[in-house]
């Protein structure tokens, strides 16, 4: 089974870090899909108070719940900080949007025991399995 297939089947909490209101945005269109899809989702982005119907949280370090893959819709540059709150809220997964790629970030994570995927959409992936 190839790691992306294992973290959509065994993950059920998803932070979308980054995720936007505007629904022509993808990060609202991946979120969107993984809430549809029976994920629960948590939006985080400090310039939003709520999106998809639930309430938006400024960072991970204020998320109330255990959360399984940090979603992250940002650029490479904003990576590391995001790593660092995955690392301290105990997050299983890190997962790298298409086009978010930082190697460090990605080394830091493993480091911390935790999965990694970069540079991948995790709708699209999802969508592979077909379920």
Not at 92 to 97: E, G, S, T, Y
Not at 110 to 123: S, T
């Amino acid at each position: 089974m190839s790691e992306e297939k294992e973290i959509l089947t065994s993950s059920k909490v998803v932070a979308v870090v980054g995720i936007s209101s505007k629904p022509e945005k993808p990060s609202h269109i991946v979120g969107k899909y993984l809430k549809e899809h029976g994920f629960k989702v948590i939006p985080v982005n400090p310039n939003e108070k709520e999106v998809l119907g639930e309430a938006c949280y400024p960072d991970l370090k204020s998320v109330p719940q255990p959360v399984d893959v940090v979603d992250i819709f940002r650029r490479s540059e904003d990576v590391p900080p995001i790593v660092d709150q995955a690392v301290g809220i105990k997050a299983k997964v890190v997962w790298m949007q298409e086009g978010v790629i930082n190697a460090a970030a990605a080394e830091r994570a493993r480091a911390a025991g935790l999965k990694v995927i970069m540079d991948k959409c995790m709708r699209k992936e999802h969508e592979k399995l077909g379920q």
